[in-house]
Structure formats: C-alpha cells, structure tokens
C-alpha cells in the first residue's frame, strides 16, 4: 500500500467506530433516496462493483437487488463493520475486498454497473476515476454516483470543508457543480439518463449514466 493509500486508510479507519451515527442522521433520508433512484436502472442478474462502500449501508441494498457485489474500501476498519452487516444478515453475494480504486485488479468489461456513493467527492483525480470506471463496465453498462456537489453554493460546511481539505486536516475534497460534475462525466463516454438532488444542504447528487460508445 502506498503513503497516499496507507493515509486514507488511517482516516477513514478513524471514522469507522462513529461513522453511522453521525453520518447516518444526516444522510438517511438521501440514502434511501439513493437506492430508490438506484433499483431501476439494476438487474437481478448484474454482477456491481461498489467503490468506497465504506460500512455498507448501501452495499446490503445493493446485494438485495443483484447477482453479485465487489465492495473496495481503503480501510480495514470500514470494510470490517460492511462485512459484520452482511454476516448478521446472511448476505453471501458479497465480496469486501480492501484498497483503493487506483489499485483494484479488475479486467476491462467486467462489470454490469458501477455504483460511487459518496466518493467522487473525495477523489483528486476524477478524470482518471471515470476512464477506468468506463473501461471497467460491459458495453451499455451503468454508472451510479451520489454525491455533494459543495461548488452549488458556498455553505458554512462547504466552506469548513474546503480548509479541513487544503490544511490535510480531511482528505481532499472537491467543489463541483452539479452541472459541471454531469458534464465531466459526459466527456467520458456516457449518456447521462437522470440528474436528481437528493439532499437540500449540502446538495447531494445523484447521477445515472450509462456507458456508449465513444466517438473517435
């Protein structure tokens, strides 16, 4: 594991203990929201991969609704609380697999749909996310991302956000739009089929895209 995966790990394994009470009073109507806009656009027989699945509150969601999970998570800590989840709830068509995306060994068109919830966020490099997150999916496969889009407007979280961020207090955060975010990931080869707020402050943005063809 490099220094910037090993570093993600710590602050997320911190987190872990405390993560769903104060992330889930929060979010809990946005997360319901999440997977109502998610059921639709999965089949029972597709195989989903689940980057940053974190304590698996949507993961078991996923696994109700699909042949097959693959949850990455970066920490030990967040991927052993997903996993106790799916113990106490018989679910066996989930594999918890630690890392972080950049490292995760995967074929090209290995996959059904790809879901980010809350992670695009968090990730510096979106570009090279969505290319790989393209060359990972079957043709007409779907891309499912929920995220805050801070760049809407300029909360007071947003903008605690955006010092904790830049002081590597927090990991780094991004300050998207939500049409701005749409649009990046048009560049990458989808066809965006719904853009919802599921969350009023700060604004949580659910995406469905699905992958075509590129145009050369």
Same mark, same amino acid.
Request: proline share 4%; glycine share 6%.
């Given at each position: 594991?490099?220094k *910037?995966? &090993?570093?993600?790990? &710590?602050?997320?394994?911190?987190?872990?203990?405390?993560?769903?009470?104060?992330? $889930?009073?929060?979010?809990?109507?946005?997360?319901?929201? /999440?997977?109502?806009?998610?059921?639709?656009?999965l089949? #029972?027989?597709? /195989?989903?991969?689940?980057?940053?699945?974190?304590?698996g509150i949507?993961? %078991?969601?996923?696994?109700?609704?699909?042949?097959?999970?693959t949850?990455?998570?970066?920490? &030990? +800590?967040?991927?052993?609380a997903?996993?106790?989840?799916? #113990?106490?709830?018989?679910?066996?068509?989930?594999?918890?697999? +630690?890392?972080?995306?950049d490292?995760?060994?995967?074929?090209?068109?290995?996959?059904?749909?790809i879901?980010?919830?809350?992670? %695009?966020?968090?990730?510096k490099? *979106?570009?090279?996310?969505?290319d790989? !997150? $393209?060359?990972?999916?079957?043709?007409?496969?779907?891309?499912?991302?929920a /995220?805050?889009?801070?760049?809407r407007?300029?909360s007071? #979280?947003? !903008?605690?956000?955006?010092?904790?961020?830049r002081?590597?207090? !927090?990991? $780094?955060?991004?300050?998207?739009?939500?049409?701005?975010?749409?649009? *990046?990931? +048009?560049?990458?080869?989808?066809?965006?089929?719904?853009?919802?707020?599921?969350?009023?402050?700060?604004?949580?943005?659910?995406?469905?895209?699905?992958?075509?063809?590129?145009?050369?």
């Open positions: 594991m490099g *910037r995966e &090993a570093g993600l790990s &710590a602050f997320w394994d911190k987190r872990a203990e405390s993560y769903d009470d104060e992330v $889930y009073q929060i979010y809990e109507r946005a997360y319901e929201k /999440t997977m109502k806009r998610s059921r639709p656009f089949q #029972e027989e597709d /195989t989903v991969l689940e980057i940053g699945c974190g304590t949507l993961t %078991l969601a996923l696994a109700d609704t699909v042949k097959k999970v949850a990455v998570d970066p920490s &030990a +800590q967040m991927l052993a997903a996993w106790e989840k799916a #113990e106490a709830e018989g679910k066996d068509n989930i594999e918890f697999r +630690q890392g972080t995306f490292t995760l060994p995967a074929e090209k068109e290995s996959y059904d749909a879901a980010a919830y809350n992670v %695009l966020l968090y990730l490099d *979106r570009d090279k996310a969505l790989k !997150i $393209y060359d990972l999916l079957k043709p007409g496969g779907i891309f499912l991302s /995220t805050d889009c801070l760049g407007n300029f007071q #979280e947003a !903008i605690e956000k955006f010092v904790k961020s002081t590597g207090r !927090i990991p $780094y955060v991004a300050f998207e739009t939500p049409v701005g975010l749409m649009r *990046r990931i +048009q560049r990458h080869g989808f066809l965006v089929l719904e853009i919802v707020n599921l969350h009023r402050n700060p604004p949580n943005i659910f995406i469905a895209a699905q992958k075509i063809e590129r145009k050369s």
